[in-house]
């Protein structure tokens, strides 16, 4: 069974610009969840999405967003891109979400630098 | 503000010793705990999870869970030099985890 896909996986960007991650979950599993990893704040929830609809979000500013497509895909857009962005985005999938005592897998992730 | 409190180490034993990672949480309703190892430049890999209080483990790992103390801790038996990697420790809030800053670990030969 393959594991959660995410691309591309590294991406270099200037200030201001905007940036699309995509991932695909493993298959079968509806519950995709986004966090950002940077060496000072660690693993930070961004938001999860069940059956297209987003169900919780991290205390991220607007210019973060995502979406889910009918077939559990998801992606998830950075606008007007600031130096601070510069992270890892991880992209993590489970069967129906965290509230049911599921296990969340991750993908490899996208490594962001924003220069 | 939910948190998720780790020794940010490094943990320093020698192979073939006894690990242990500690990890304390805020949010008294969080009912599913994890520990993820994550290697330089690699994503999380869940490696135990426990949902009710007691010992839990698999192989080399043992999970312990005491909720009323609001405390989790991971022990590595018989540690090896693979095992160096960073451990998060993680706990359920919602649809979402927690996630601690981790533990970093190395195991000298």
């Known amino acids: 069974k393959a594991g959660v896909t995410q691309t591309p996986r590294y991406l270099i960007k200037t200030r201001g610009q905007q940036v699309t991650l995509s991932c695909s979950p493993i298959?079968?599993?509806?519950?995709v969840s986004w966090y950002q990893q940077t060496p000072g704040q660690g693993l930070q929830f961004l938001f999860e999405?069940?059956?297209?609809?987003?169900?919780n979000k991290g205390n991220f500013p607007g210019r973060f967003s995502g979406r889910q497509f009918s077939n559990s895909r998801s992606e998830m857009n950075v606008s007007t891109l600031e130096l601070g962005d510069s992270a890892l985005y991880l992209c993590?999938?489970?069967?129906?979400?965290?509230?049911?005592?599921?296990?969340?897998?991750f993908g490899s992730g996208t490594q962001l630098s924003v220069l | 503000q939910k948190e998720v409190e780790q020794n940010s180490g490094p943990l320093s034993v020698p192979e073939g010793a006894i690990a242990s990672l500690n990890c304390t949480y805020s949010?008294?309703?969080?009912?599913?705990f994890f520990w993820y190892r994550q290697y330089s430049g690699k994503s999380p890999e869940l490696i135990m999870s426990?949902?009710?209080?007691g010992d839990k483990e698999d192989g080399r790992f043992t999970a312990q869970l005491n909720k009323a103390s609001q405390y989790v801790s991971l022990l590595i038996r018989d540690s090896q030099p693979s095992d160096s990697a960073t451990y998060l420790c993680?706990?359920?809030?919602?649809?979402?985890?927690?996630f601690g800053k981790g533990t970093s670990l190395l195991v000298t030969p």
């Open positions: 949010d008294r309703v969080s009912q599913s």
């Open positions: 298959s079968g599993h509806r519950s």
């Open positions: 426990i949902y009710s209080n």
């Open positions: 993590a999938s489970s069967l129906r979400g965290m509230d049911t005592n599921e296990k969340l897998f």
């Open positions: 999405y069940f059956s297209e609809t987003q169900r």
């Open positions: 993680a706990v359920s809030s919602g649809y979402a985890l927690n």
